[in-house]
């Protein structure tokens, strides 16, 4: 029998559907091994529930300061406790470009090219003196280094005090034109990067003078924007001045990018990258302000993508820091966790899964396709287990245009629903959904089965699941054909 094959990660080029229509939003694969056999599931994304509230003003950056965890925002600096919550500590400029650091016990702050320090219980500005504007800044070996915003120069403070900066210590970045974009400590050292190259910065035995950072090495890839890029354990991942995605450090990085994120990088607009954790999977998040996320898993070096919304809408996260749990900050200044609730606050979490078409040479007849899924943990019980605000008659989208009328759902448990669509021409034209049963709790092997979905020359599935559903489902489903 042929197998319907989900993808491994999403390849659908928006340019080209007819290549490839496969495509993974709001869940990823992973390998489970077990049993004696190894096989790939698909895991839903962790979903959001909301922590805080800043106001109408977009989160601007998170950060460690002082051991302690800060969110910038509507031109003010807070400080977020574990669980979400937020103190204002002091007001500071509001702009896109914005970088939060510690230094010995101080908070340091770079927005609208000023330069910020939080001593615990006072706000300052100290004097800069090689230049007045500033871009953004980093923390290395006890120094904090500011660097020039429209130019090359990078300078350092005093060790282990932020406040003190001496006209004398500072570098230039100048191994090739471009003015520098951004800075970070990678493994040691200064990551400096410019609008067409980065360079590499080592920290000396010197203290306190303008022999502290010596030179290493360069390499020919910039960084498209200051927010295109974040560090994650000892490493990067940014977005080239090529249009390419990086994941590494130094001259060794690798370009992960594939044709459908290039596309995506020349048709929409990127605004930030960001980085969180879930299941030993490290996810590094390219946002865009006009379509989905695409999220890189280094573990199973594949792509993913995030939505939010029916509709597929752009996650409207920008930044993230580790709190109780991981958190993000959203264009609109609200803080969420992200957690195991399998819904997006009070509305869908809706998790697509579509696969790579079955093309044999010849049209043929599609009898029979099963799924088999892992939904034994869930426990459902009416309409409210949706997460969504609906009342009795009102008929619930799940997806695809298929609803499920709320007086229908019995008062006790219930099983979980996954609507099936289908393409007879490679993915370019889908029917309507063809909702089933995922099963009730203990069905821990559930097979799910549709009949007589007609003639093909090119056959492709498209799954959903828009329920509060935790759900585990096989990468392949079984076809059987005429």
Not at 216 to 226: I, P, Q, V
Not at 340 to 356: E, P, V, Y
Request: charged share 20%.
């Amino acid at each position: 029998m042929p197998l319907v094959e989900f993808v491994g990660q999403s390849v659908q080029d928006s340019g080209n559907i007819a290549i490839n229509p496969g495509r993974l939003v709001n869940c990823y694969r992973e390998l489970v091994v077990g049993q004696g056999r190894s096989q790939y599931v698909l895991q839903s994304v962790l979903g959001m529930d909301l922590l805080s509230d800043l106001g109408a003003a977009t989160v601007r950056a998170m950060g460690i300061g002082n051991s302690k965890n800060w969110v910038a925002g509507d031109g003010k600096l807070f400080e977020a406790a574990g669980d979400g919550t937020l103190t204002q500590r002091a007001v500071v400029a509001d702009d896109a470009v914005t970088t939060i650091e510690g230094n010995e016990g101080d908070v340091t702050v770079v927005s609208g090219t000023a330069y910020y320090l939080w001593n615990g219980s006072t706000l300052s500005q100290p004097t800069t003196k090689t230049f007045t504007d500033v871009l953004s800044h980093f923390y290395i070996g006890g120094y904090t280094v500011i660097l020039e915003d429209g130019g090359k120069r990078f300078q350092w403070s005093a060790i282990g005090d932020a406040s003190s900066l001496d006209a004398l210590d500072f570098a230039s970045a100048d191994q090739v034109d471009g003015n520098l974009v951004r800075g970070f400590e990678v493994q040691g050292q200064a990551v400096l990067m410019s609008e067409r190259h980065s360079e590499l910065w080592a920290v000396t035995a010197a203290t306190d003078s303008a022999e502290v950072f010596q030179f290493t090495t360069s390499w020919n890839r910039g960084l498209k924007a200051h927010n295109l890029a974040v560090k994650f354990d000892d490493s990067l991942f940014w977005v080239g001045d090529d249009n390419n995605v990086y994941v590494g450090f130094g001259p060794g990085a690798v370009d992960v990018t594939t044709p459908a994120v290039n596309t995506s990088l020349e048709q929409n607009t990127a605004t930030h990258c960001f980085y969180y954790e879930d299941r030993g999977h490290k996810f590094c998040v390219l946002r865009f302000s006009d379509r989905a996320a695409w999220v890189y898993d280094v573990k199973m070096q594949e792509w993913h993508e995030r939505a939010e919304g029916a509709g597929d809408g752009a996650w409207r996260a920008v930044a993230s820091i580790k709190g109780d749990t991981w958190q993000v900050g959203n264009t609109v200044g609200e803080i969420y966790s992200l957690s195991n609730t399998n819904k997006d606050l009070n509305g869908l979490l809706r998790r697509t899964a579509t696969s790579r078409p079955v093309y044999t040479g010849d049209k043929f007849r599609v009898v029979k396709l099963e799924l088999s899924a892992r939904v034994g943990e869930n426990t459902l019980s009416e309409a409210t287990d949706f997460g969504l605000d609906a009342g009795e008659g009102d008929i619930l989208d799940a997806g695809g245009g298929e609803g499920l009328k709320l007086d229908a759902i019995p008062a006790g448990e219930r099983a979980a629903t996954v609507n099936l669509f289908v393409s007879r021409d490679g993915g370019r034209t889908w029917t309507d959904a063809k909702p089933r049963s995922l099963g009730l709790a203990g069905d821990y092997d559930q097979r799910t089965v549709w009949r007589a979905l007609g003639q093909a020359h090119q056959f492709a599935v498209r799954v959903q699941v828009s329920e509060p559903a935790d759900y585990q489902i096989n990468t392949t489903a079984v076809l059987e054909v005429a």
